[in-house]
């Protein structure tokens, strides 16, 4: 009953449409033609009525405007309006549409324009992107659901995200990981000293770490951390406490290994940083001196020397 009920307000609003749009004469045959369909439902007469429409209509569009359309919606009708801009005809002329999505308070319809929608990646200005992208971490709405994040990052954004990063820190205010990934292309401030390294510590307070924080968890964390390498140095008898979680997984019970220190001091030096100092540079160690050709070997010629290795055996 709600889908006839459904049809009928659409089938209204289409006839309302072509009231306002053609002539009088053939909204008159028009409605003697609907009305011969609904007494006889042969599909003869279905088929002469619609043979006949472009000979008794205007052959013009019917010019309906979708700004009104977006500025009469509800909420779940503004999301679907949204959601489809990348199927409407014509979608570059969307593109102020788009941007008032972006602007706007309600976190839904913002969601609908930024994700799961290719639209903002292919015709929003940088200044547009831009402001999508900060507003998304302003609301806290996550980002590996935004279309082109990667291609479309660019040095404004970067110091946008980098000034309201700083902004959250002196607040004492939490940091999402992903603003980070987003920086560090044209930051040269992301890059750490030859003798520290970046955590990915995004909390401020120890208390509220996740649980995977002080467990060896490679998938879940955002980061790499070398603090993996070291057993709480808090914990009074770690091999117990060990023992006592490995006993909980034979019983099949819920646990975690919560043994791994939150002190990032515990390491020394700096994780993929690139030295300067040939004595601290990887180190090659090979039989075959005749697949070398120079005493320093670049990042990238590793592989191809490895498979020389592999097929000169």
Known sequence: MLAKNKTQEIAVLLSDWLAKRIAPESFAWLNQQIAKIRQNSAPRTLFIAFSSISRQLEKQDLNLSPDKIFATADLQEAIALYQSLPLLPYPEKFKLRAAEGV????????????????????????????QMILKAFFVGTPLDSVYGLKSRNNPQLAQMLLDYARERLAAQRSVSPQLWDLVAPFNSQAIADSDSWFTYYYWLDDSHAPDFARTVDIHRKPGFDPVELFVDPQLQLPKLKI?????????????????IPLDANLVKGSHGHITTSLERSPLLITQAKNLLNSEKIAATDVFQLILAHLLST
């Not at 994700?115 to 015709?123: C, G, K, S, T, V």
């Open 103 to 130: 602007r706007t308070n309600m976190t839904a319809v913002f969601q609908a324009v930024a994700l799961h929608n290719p639209y903002p990646a292919q015709y929003l200005d940088d200044l547009a992107w831009n």
């Open 243 to 259: 023992a006592a979680t490995l006993l909980k997984k034979k019983l099949g019970c819920r646990y975690l290994m919560e043994v």
